[in-house]
């Protein structure tokens, strides 16, 4: 069975500006979620999805937006960067479970 | 407040011997306990996951123990390589509705050569 994969891997990207990252998870796992990754801070949970809906959220700005498709493809979008975002951005996925598996994540930079 | 409390925050040790990390939670109602292995820059892969009546689960030269009294678990790895210098987190997971993960901060083992 694939695992969980995250595209772009890296990203560099202007202060203001907007980004959109994707994660696919494991086929058949309907539960996806998000966190961001700081040397200082450890993970943070943004948000999970659940068949489209989103099901729980952390405490991050209305800038963080994310979504989730009908394959259980989830989006995750920053708007507006501020240099604080740059981070690494992990995708996890679940079966609805206690399980969490996670994706190799996406290297955001922004300068 | 749900926390989990990761120590030493880092840690360095010569290749060949053993060494044990430590996390210690409030988590309440816990579920499990996971402990991850993250390479820099790459995503977490779990190692173990122990529930509430298991105490001890190995993986290789890995050895998770838990002790849901004391609210206490360690990682004791044996033997060390090189290729065990990265992050270790242990994450709590308490069901509330659905269920939620607290994460440590982790530790960072560096294996000197």
């Known amino acids: 069975k694939a695992g969980v994969t995250?595209?772009?891997?890296?990203?560099?990207?202007?202060?203001?500006?907007?980004?959109?990252?994707?994660?696919?998870?494991?086929?058949?796992?309907?539960?996806?979620?998000?966190?961001?990754?700081?040397?200082?801070?450890?993970?943070?949970?943004?948000?999970?999805?659940?068949?489209?809906?989103?099901?729980?959220?952390?405490?991050?700005?209305?800038?963080?937006?994310?979504?989730?498709?009908?394959?259980?493809?989830?989006?995750?979008?920053?708007?507006?960067?501020?240099?604080?975002?740059?981070?690494?951005?992990?995708?996890?996925?679940?079966?609805?479970?206690?399980?969490?598996?996670?994706?190799?994540?996406?290297?955001?930079?922004?300068? | 407040k749900n926390q989990v409390e990761q120590s030493p925050q880092s840690l360095i040790i010569l290749e060949g011997k053993n060494c044990t990390l430590q996390c210690n939670y409030t988590v309440s109602p816990f579920s499990n306990l996971r402990w991850y292995k993250q390479d820099t820059g790459r995503g977490p892969v779990s190692l173990t996951i122990m529930t509430f009546s298991e105490n001890t689960k190995s993986n290789g030269r890995y050895t998770a123990t838990l002790d849901a009294d004391t609210k206490q678990s360690s990682l004791h790895i044996t033997a060390s390589q090189l290729s065990d210098s990265a992050s270790y987190i242990c994450v709590v997971s308490f069901l509330s509705g659905t269920y939620k993960y607290i994460f440590g901060t982790g530790t960072r083992l560096k294996v000197l050569a």
């Not at chain 1, 058949?28 to 943004?46: C, E, I, N």
């Not at chain 1, 206690?98 to 930079?109: A, D, K």
Request: hydrophobic content about 25%; overall charge positive.
């Open chain 1, 6 to 111: 995250q595209t772009p891997r890296y990203l560099i990207k202007t202060r203001g500006q907007q980004v959109t990252l994707s994660c696919s998870p494991i086929s058949g796992h309907r539960s996806v979620s998000w966190y961001q990754q700081t040397p200082g801070q450890g993970l943070q949970f943004l948000f999970e999805y659940f068949s489209e809906t989103q099901r729980n959220k952390g405490n991050f700005p209305g800038r963080f937006s994310g979504r989730q498709f009908s394959n259980s493809r989830s989006e995750m979008n920053v708007s507006t960067l501020e240099l604080g975002d740059s981070a690494l951005y992990l995708c996890a996925s679940s079966p609805q479970s206690y399980e969490q598996y996670f994706g190799p994540g996406t290297r955001l930079t922004v300068t």
